[in-house]
């Protein structure tokens, strides 16, 4: 059996036991090997200011599936149509729960800012291991700060929308865009850094408005708009960007399972979590549970009050959902308002990522994967937030929105690059926590684990991620043109390529993985 794998603390208790006031003893011990053996051997330099509530309001608006659909359901509209977005749906919400589940059995194990690569440290055999957590490491962070640059975007360009809506005679300049992309993340920033202490408080306001502005967009919807058949929501197919009726289906099905992907950003927050090893695994189920469910009677909302299709679709304000929503009450100021509490969240969730992505990175940073990575694992003494590492990201965030304005198309194609590298980042220690499962090797699970459903949970996990990758690369429409060319697998191998160049020129020689002290012969 690989010695990494006894790092877990054995007879961890149960859920029963933290509740327990004559388990309190045993629940300090787990505190006290949490510095040690759930923190890779450090004490513990964060502030636990986020309790179970206010970091599920975090991990749902952070996700905030339903107004992902809202602000981005027109491609599948164009490949699949409502069958792809209906049934791709629970097809979406089961695939990500397994991903979920797999990924929360692990966080109660070892709930860290880093996640993913440690967990991969845990589970991989030990040749391989620095370097396969070096490059998943890398891949994590580019991944995670891509779709940073993302939501702040749609967050940016929602507001342009309305301004069209508003001002018809308004020119869409893609500068403008590039501008507003950067209010946000200063906002983001500041709260992030000055607003820190009642950054829990921001969250849980969010989360309620999460649920509050769902039921007060849909009411309007439902009592105003004209009405789709059944027929159409649940059986009409559209294949109108080229490919046949099965390709387009499972091209269409990215546009829902986009609104899931990022489901792990409360993980990457467990070192302020309290009482992470059991809190952490159930936010992440509950956060799918709660966003499956509004995201899935969002869609079919949308679906039976669309109104005219080609007139959503091409829409000036580039959002369907503002003409959707001019379409149902025939006022612009309505309209503005619906669309202006779809933005709220979003802004609430650009902190929230921020937050998430920061961590991750001054994770990645502890453990020596950044250049300088001294400089930036540093943890400002007065905020208790790795303020060089929120710096970092917004910097990068200011700097990549520049591509967009030579050419959106080049910045769509590093927003692509999200989703398969999420995926991928998933799919490693699943796989490798699977393989333990099946050679029947022993597994110190935590508090919070899957049982004898673990090995079926695993599997569904892997083989639907498989899919959904095979898919990310294809163009959403054929022939296919410079503009409309997914550039993602070319732009991902290119970053394979220049990690390994790094990895021989740079890694081999500076890097020491995560839970170095802990893999150590002499702390075996």
């Known amino acids: 059996m690989d010695e990494a794998i006894e790092m877990a603390p054995r007879g961890h208790p149960s859920a029963r036991d933290f509740d327990s006031p004559r388990h309190s003893r045993r629940k300090s011990d787990l505190d006290r090997i949490g510095t040690m053996t759930r923190t890779s051997g450090r004490s513990n330099e964060m502030t636990r200011n986020f309790g179970s509530l206010s970091i599920l309001a975090l991990s749902i608006t952070l996700l905030a599936s339903w107004e992902s659909i809202a602000s981005g359901f027109s491609p599948g509209l164009i490949n699949g149509g409502p069958v792809a977005l209906v049934w791709g749906m629970l097809l979406s919400i089961s695939g990500t729960m397994a991903l979920a589940l797999s990924l929360a059995e692990m966080a109660s194990i070892c709930p860290i800012a880093g996640a993913q690569y440690h967990w991969t440290a845990l589970f991989a055999p030990p040749k391989i291991r620095l370097f396969l957590t070096w490059m998943q490491g890398w891949v994590t962070v580019f991944a995670w700060q891509s779709a940073v640059t993302s939501v702040i975007f749609l967050v940016a360009t929602q507001i342009q929308g309305l301004v069209v809506l508003n001002y018809p005679n308004y020119v869409f300049e893609r500068w403008h865009g590039t501008l507003l992309a950067w209010a946000v993340m200063i906002f983001s920033f500041t709260v992030n850094v000055y607003g820190i202490k009642i950054l829990p408080i921001i969250q849980l306001v969010g989360g309620i408005c999460h649920v509050v502005f769902f039921v007060a967009l849909i009411v309007p919807l439902v009592l105003l708009s004209p009405r789709s058949t059944a027929e159409f929501v649940f059986t009409e197919q559209l294949s109108n960007g080229g490919w046949s009726d099965g390709l387009s289906w499972c091209i269409g099905l990215l546009t829902v399972t986009y609104c899931f992907l990022g489901f792990d950003g409360a993980i990457h927050m467990s070192e302020e979590v309290r009482n992470a090893p059991i809190v952490v695994p159930r936010i992440l189920v509950q956060t799918i549970a709660i966003n499956g469910g509004l995201a899935f009677t969002f869609v079919l909302v949308l679906l039976f009050c669309i ?17 959707i929503f001019y379409q149902a009450t025939g006022s612009v100021r309505a309209a503005t308002v619906m669309m202006s509490s779809v933005t709220s969240i979003g802004m609430a969730s650009s902190i929230g990522v921020v937050a998430s992505v920061s961590r991750l990175t001054w994770a990645f940073a502890r453990d020596g994967g950044l250049p300088f990575s001294k400089f930036f694992a540093h943890v400002d003494p007065k905020h208790h937030v790795p303020f060089r590492a929120i710096g970092l990201v917004s910097t990068t965030v200011v700097l990549l929105s520049l591509i967009n304005i030579g050419s959106s198309t080049a910045l769509n194609a590093l927003f692509a690059l999200t989703n398969i590298s999420l995926y991928l980042s998933y799919l490693i220690p699943i796989t490798l926590i699977l393989m333990k499962r099946l050679r029947k090797e022993n597994i110190n699970f935590g508090p919070w684990n899957l049982g004898r459903w673990g090995m079926a949970v695993n599997l569904y996990a892997m083989v639907f991620g498989v899919f959904v990758c095979i898919f990310v690369p ?45 893999l150590e012969p002499n702390n075996r």
Do not use: S
């Not at 394979?496 to 802990?518: C, E, Q």
């Open 307 to 323: 109104g005219d299709i080609e007139k959503a679709i091409n829409t000036p304000t580039g959002y369907p959902i503002i003409q």
């Open 474 to 518: 294809f163009p959403p429409i054929i022939p296919v043109t410079a503009e409309n060319m997914n550039y993602c697998a070319p732009v991902f191998l290119g970053l394979i390529v220049l990690l390994g160049v790094d990895w021989m020129v740079r890694g081999k020689i500076a890097y020491t993985g995560p839970l170095k002290k802990l």
